[in-house]
């Protein structure tokens, strides 16, 4: 057996919580500079371009890995089961990858326009060959995941800042790019034998074909929100044929996927352990979970889109340049999809994967993306970016309110204005303590002062109107710095 006892959330929530700070941390060193080393236009370039390889991998890969990391978590305990598990999905994994990279190739000798770096780009699909990061998270492996990504991201810092000078060097930048996938990817088997004992390939059974008809159901919800950028990329590469419209929308959009990757940490966590709770069939136990779950997120993106909204025009002005001026205002205007997508992240991480109640989401999903194109089509044209975002603000509501409605009886819903009344109010004395200080000076530190000063002061508000997750979070910090002390 594996793992006897299942590791503590929050030390797994620790974990993933550091490597989201390692992502952002390299998102806040990297896009300041590649921004003011290729430019709006490079950058745009790079955006539209890998939107079409992101496209191409989210199709290989069916949903199949979201399949995986749950049949790992259910069957955990049993060396044989799992172990069919793994052979399954490597197999059909294999198989569809295989497929897809050969249409990549047939789209890439049929394109006129980029197509160099379209052939670059082909490393990142066949990167996803060797990716079983679904094998570490179905075992709460987070440790070993964190550590991958600290190396392969400082690596990735240092070639950049050694062979990306000049607006010349984006075929290098993505070079760069896809080869550390690749070898992100393949140092995940380095540990494998050590902390696996997978049953050898010839003592099981294995049915590839059935993870690959069942993958599908787990399909659409894994790719909702990248499926959604992409549509959005391609859609406003090909309709105002602008490479500067796709930079500020790239620019615009990682903003906001950090933030998103910070709010969602918990529901990444709490997901393979919820598949372990609905196969024993604790009810209780998940609906409290799921409730504190949902309070902790509010906790968390509340002040996520009023910190955006009051510190973007500082934030784009020092670390993208002027250039990117319009992402301003952009940013504004996307952040409260923060507040959508992590209400549906809960709700599909938490409940409706677990759960395997996988064909009204499908739907659901299917109907927001659905929503997104044909604004898409329609607002574009007109307002370019600024439609896009629109679009994705209206398809991702509708998504998030339809997911409200078929967990309507495991979630109590009304809990979300409980929740929510002290943590605005904190919010709106946030915002103010930053604004009243945002025009002092205009330099990084300063920026970072902000946050702090903004964080003090929401979480002092919390604290004193005795909200349950604030005085969890400073009984945790006491308890830990008692331990340190003694």
């Known amino acids: 057996m594996i793992l006897s006892t299942m590791n503590s959330i929050r030390l797994n929530y620790l974990y993933l919580l ?46 199949l890995f979201t399949l995986a990391q749950r049949e790992i978590a259910r069957n955990r305990d049993k060396v044989l089961d799992y172990s069919t598990v793994f052979w399954s999905v490597l197999i059909s994994s294999f198989i569809l990858i295989s497929s897809f990279l050969l249409l990549w190739f047939g789209f890439v000798l049929l394109v006129d326009k980029y197509q160099l770096y379209f052939f670059i780009l082909s490393l990142s699909i066949f990167a996803s060959f060797f990716d079983i990061t679904w094998f570490y998270i179905g075992f709460e492996f987070f440790s070993k995941i964190l550590l991958r990504n600290a190396v392969i991201k400082f690596s990735v810092l240092l070639l950049i800042f050694v062979f990306v000078t000049s607006e010349n060097d984006l075929i290098l930048y993505l070079l760069i790019l896809c080869v550390s996938d690749l070898c992100g990817n393949i ?40 499926l959604s950028i992409v549509i959005d990329k391609i859609m406003i590469g090909l309709i105002t044929n602008s490479e500067f419209d796709n930079g500020i929308f790239e620019q615009t959009a990682n903003i906001i996927i950090v933030v998103v990757a910070i709010v969602s940490t918990l529901n990444s966590v709490m997901a393979p352990r919820m598949s372990y709770l609905f196969n024993k069939g604790v009810l209780d ?7 504190r779950s949902l309070d902790f997120v509010l906790f968390l993106v509340y002040p996520a889109i009023v ?49 395997g109640r996988i064909s009204l989401t499908n739907r659901i999903v299917c109907l927001g993306i659905s929503f997104n194109v044909l604004l898409n089509l329609v607002l574009i044209p007109f307002f370019s970016v600024s439609g896009a975002i629109v679009s994705s603000l209206v398809s991702e509501f509708i998504v998030s309110i339809l997911y409200m409605y078929i967990s309507r009886k495991l979630i109590r819903w009304s809990l979300l204005f409980k929740f929510s009344f002290k943590k605005i109010f904190a919010c709106v004395l946030m915002f103010i303590g930053i604004f009243l200080f945002k025009y002092l000076y205009a330099n990084i530190y300063f920026v970072f002062m902000q946050c702090l000063l903004g964080f003090f002061i929401y979480f002092s508000v919390l604290f004193v109107m005795r909200d349950s997750i604030a005085i969890d979070c400073f009984g945790k910090f006491l308890k830990i710095l008692k331990i340190r002390l003694d």
């Open 187 to 226: 140092s995940l088997w380095f540990n494998f034998k050590k902390i696996s004992k997978i049953v050898e390939f010839k003592n099981i059974n294995p049915c590839p074909s059935f993870y690959i008809k069942e993958s599908f159901k787990y399909y659409i919800p894994s790719i909702s929100l990248s």
């Open 307 to 355: 910190g955006l909204i009051a510190v973007s025009d500082n934030v784009v002005l020092l670390f993208l340049g002027e250039k990117f001026y319009d992402v301003i205002d952009m940013i504004c205007m996307m952040s409260p999809i923060l507040f959508f997508i992590s209400i549906s992240n809960l709700v599909c991480l938490q409940y409706v994967t677990p759960s």
């Open 18 to 63: 550091l490597n989201k700070f390692i992502i952002i941390a390299s998102h806040c060193i990297t896009i300041p500079y590649i921004s003011r080393v290729l430019g709006p236009e490079n950058v745009g370039i790079k955006s539209y371009t890998m939107s079409y390889s992101l496209l191409f991998t989210i199709l290989a890969t069916f949903g």
């Open 285 to 291: 136990e998940i609906e409290q979970k799921v409730h």
